[in-house]
């Protein structure tokens, strides 16, 4: 890897001087957070004021390993010197014009994903859920202009435990009870096959279904892959009955499984895929990339965003992908997730009624602890470690470390996740 992205190299150019005396201070924040912030998130008790590659920084000056990514965005580590030259060019030039007019960032950045994907077009959005509010409502064009008197085309097949979002038609396509509860009727004609279950998926597929969305690795459900019979089978019946495949690459796209999207792992090309998260590396976008054979299912007026793909968010895109490319990030994920995997599998080896198994793709990786023991109160004994994890579903602890990570760093993470592991 060039020197360019790693940690050290893409600290900020000048040195931060950061004086906690004329800053809030983390008790002060919260008091105004749980006063005027509405209450949906459960907070760890921390507040960060900046970061370097693969570190934050708190209020109290305390420095972390980031092994989450602000959940798999910042993925070229944080303060990257190259995004940031490249953000605060173009914020001297032009923030915002609106899709009323051509964007010249922004159709750069939707030929460098098509390069980098399958003959098509692109959507911007602004995050993950919307991205997959456009394939939904795709999906749907596709089965009204497809449906007779006989047959209604409009039936979305998902996975149980899946998660797409948090708007009301991802939500509805969110395979989680927990997700749905307390919003009264969902979208309707959606059904939720069990993850990697042949049989069910062609039990449920046939004329009436207009699409499929898979994610490659299901992330909050657990950081659980697909497999290849199962994703090559969802190919095949998406074909046969032509629905469209939509692989929600929101979490696994952009590099993360060591290959640009995490489809390109199984030997198939979707008819869809969704990004967002590490698409900008923080700089909040999302986008769909819609395959040749779709490209003309929504029409002009059929839909729209004010902010989707502008010039900030575009340009920043564009770096991160030219970033990707130059650096050799794509090899340093796969390196870097061997290493880390083996590390881990030694720790599965050592305490086995602790650690049951380590899955996952690339840099999103899943520890599954034993006997069901549960994933939160790890995840915040690491964070006093002065290490950032998260958790997927219950009992699942998951890392997502910034792809410009080195062994160094990943070594000293092993070293707290064996303290907590022999704590607990
Ligand atoms: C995070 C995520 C989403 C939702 O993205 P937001 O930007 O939070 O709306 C959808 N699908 C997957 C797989 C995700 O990981």
Redesign the pocket.
Known sequence: MSGQSNGENSRPKKEISYDPSQHLSLDEVKILDEKYVLNTYARMPVAFIYGSGEFLYDTEGKEYIDFLSG??VTSLGHANADLNEVLQNQSELIWHSSNLFYNPQQALLARALIDITYPGKVFFCN??????EAAIKIMRAWGVQNSSASKKKSIILSLKN??????FG?MSITGQDKIHNGFGDLMQDIAYIEVNNVKELEKNFNENVCGIIL?PV???GGVIPLTREFIQKARQLSSEYKAILVM?????GVGRTGSYFAYQNYDLVPDIV?V??GLAGGFPI?AVIVGQKYCNVLQSGMHGSTFGGNHLATAVGYEVLRTIESSKILANVTEMSNYFFEKLNNLKEAYPDRIEKVQGMGLLIGVVLSNNRPARPLVQKALEKQLIIGRAGENVIRLAPPLIVRKTTIDKAIQKIEEIIQEI
Request: aromatic content about 4%; glycine content about 14%.
């Open positions: 959940i798999a995050s993950g859920t919307e991205a997959n899946s998660f797409h979002g948090r708007t991802a994610e299901l992330g909050e929600d690459e929101i979490q696994t969704t967002a998260k999302g």
